[in-house]
């Protein structure tokens, strides 16, 4: 399995963008998926995951609100839409999958997969 983000770019505070992750060589249908970012010189952190059947969704705190997950099964992509961007939000923004059921899926070790990342800087 391949995943490829994409979407990432320059906005300025309280614009907004969409994020995209496409999976390839394999179905999504049957994975939760997850959004990770990494600012320089911070560790990277859990932004928001849903669940394989799309039923349960979470977000980080900071995030809630303003960012919303979702998914096109037929497409094997995941979204990331992001509004009202602040500037804590650049990082690079990492998609990731798993088969894993039953794990905690804001936490980085549960998934297998992971895509190349995106970068998204906000000027303030």
């Known amino acids: 399995v391949q995943l490829q983000a994409s979407g990432g770019g320059l906005v300025q505070a309280g614009g907004a963008l969409r994020l995209s992750c496409v999976a390839s060589?394999?179905?999504?249908?049957?994975?939760?998926m997850g959004w990770f970012r990494q600012a320089p010189g911070k560790e990277r952190e859990f932004v928001a995951s849903?669940?394989?059947?799309?039923?349960?969704?979470y977000y980080a705190d900071s995030v809630k609100g303003r960012f919303t997950i979702s998914r096109e099964k037929d497409k094997n992509t995941v979204y990331l839409q992001m509004n009202n961007l602040e500037p804590e939000d650049a990082a690079v923004y990492y998609c990731?999958?798993?088969?894993?059921?039953?794990?905690?899926?804001?936490?980085?070790?549960?998934?297998?997969?992971w895509g190349q990342g995106t970068l998204v800087t906000v000027s303030s």
């Open positions: 990731a999958m798993t088969n894993a059921y039953g794990l905690d899926l804001t936490q980085a070790a549960p998934y297998r997969y």
């Open positions: 060589g394999g179905t999504s249908s049957t994975y939760a």
């Open positions: 849903l669940s394989w059947s799309g039923a349960t969704k």
